[in-house]
């Protein structure tokens, strides 16, 4: 779907359920722009899909109101990043924002890296940054790292789908692009090359391209967001709640039983299974439950019931 269809899918009756993608800019916080977003479109309830680190520029998905309530349930494992690695010096942070830990002479060449990126691409396992979001024992790994307190972090499983050199720019730094899936962390990835290729390195620059249904070219600035309020009804400017949820099978409704749900009934699945024409579901199986092309719930099917889980009220 082109950006130009996407905004003709706008529902006006949606006001300020829906999402803005922000094009961050570096430095600021994932949170900095959800303080800012809250400002400029005089909405409370606002939070982001992703978090982006302060040194990252790109994609930053914010959901408005009632869109918050389907965060967890985006298909984000597809992500597409591109990044320049500085060869040559260990930082605490693993990124430019950190200090220098050590430091050696030694350089990949080109023939080295690209021998080297398909031991990445697949499903790895990856430990998380010192300085992350990760929690150990209920604090976050980036507190525990800046009190200098001792802790581990185990390694996760995570998923490559592409690692590619896009060129060498000088003896000390390279450009990449990665297409990994949720939970990988790019920070780790550098590292971890850069030892494989016996030397050290970090991230330099850093932009999401790609956010499961969302891209770059869909992202807007904050100083563009702040004009175009001025002249622009905020509703015109976001996507429908229903937009990046468009993997998740849906289901349609009769008013009636738009209504029960709603009220947070249990459904009679039986009659709604079959008149969707879906086959076999597997037990728990999340599903959008639409009625009159709006969506009213996330539901699960339980045996011959649908139970909603997350009601929307827009």
């Known amino acids: 779907m082109t950006s130009s269809s996407k905004l003709k899918a706008l529902n006006p009756s949606t006001l300020l359920n829906g999402w803005i993608v922000v094009d961050k800019s570096k430095g600021v916080s994932s949170a900095g722009v959800v303080n800012q977003v809250k400002k400029i479109v005089k909405v409370k309830k606002v939070g982001h899909a992703g978090t982006l680190d302060p040194l990252a520029t790109?994609?930053?998905?914010?959901?408005?109101?009632?869109?918050?309530?389907?965060?967890?349930?985006?298909?984000?494992?597809?992500?597409?990043?591109?990044?320049?690695?500085?060869?040559?010096?260990?930082?605490d942070t693993d990124d430019a924002m950190g200090k220098i830990e050590r430091v050696t002479q030694t350089r990949p060449t080109k023939k080295q890296i690209v021998a080297e990126l398909p031991h990445f691409i697949g499903k790895i396992s990856q430990i998380p940054p010192d300085f992350s979001a990760i929690k150990v024992s209920g604090t976050r790994a980036y507190k525990l790292a800046r009190e200098k307190k001792d802790y581990t972090l185990k390694a996760r499983p995570v998923e490559v789908h592409d690692f590619q050199l896009l060129k060498i720019i000088n003896e000390n730094k390279a450009e990449f692009?990665?297409?990994?899936?949720?939970?990988?962390?790019?920070?780790?990835?550098?590292?971890?090359?850069?030892?494989?290729?016996?030397?050290?390195?970090?991230?330099?620059?850093?932009?999401?391209?790609?956010?499961?249904?969302?891209?770059?070219?869909?992202?807007?600035?904050?100083?563009?967001?702040?004009?175009?309020?001025?002249?622009?009804?905020?509703?015109?400017?976001?996507?429908?709640?229903?937009?990046?949820?468009?993997?998740?099978?849906?289901?349609?409704?009769?008013?009636?039983?738009?209504?029960?749900?709603?009220?947070?009934?249990?459904?009679?699945?039986?009659?709604?299974?079959?008149?969707?024409?879906?086959?076999?579901?597997?037990?728990?199986?999340?599903?959008?439950?639409?009625?009159?092309?709006?969506?009213?719930?996330?539901?699960?099917?339980?045996?011959?019931?649908?139970?909603?889980?997350?009601?929307?009220?827009?």
């Open 58 to 91: 790109g994609v930053l998905p914010l959901a408005l109101g009632e869109a918050t309530k389907t965060i967890n349930f985006l298909f984000l494992n597809r992500k597409v990043y591109t990044f320049v690695v500085r060869w040559g010096e260990k930082r």
């Open 177 to 314: 692009q990665v297409v990994c899936g949720k939970g990988t962390y790019i920070r780790s990835l550098v590292r971890d090359l850069a030892e494989q290729l016996n030397t050290m390195g970090h991230v330099v620059e850093l932009r999401r391209n790609t956010l499961g249904f969302f891209d770059e070219k869909d992202a807007i600035s904050l100083d563009k967001l702040k004009d175009l309020v001025q002249t622009t009804p905020v509703k015109e400017l976001i996507w429908p709640v229903h937009a990046p949820l468009d993997d998740i099978p849906a289901i349609a409704l009769t008013i009636e039983e738009r209504n029960r749900l709603k009220n947070g009934q249990v459904l009679d699945g039986s009659s709604i299974h079959q008149r969707s024409g879906f086959g076999s579901l597997e037990p728990g199986r999340v599903m959008l439950a639409t009625c009159q092309d709006h969506l009213v719930a996330l539901v699960r099917f339980e045996g011959e019931s649908i139970r909603p889980f997350r009601v929307l009220n827009i």
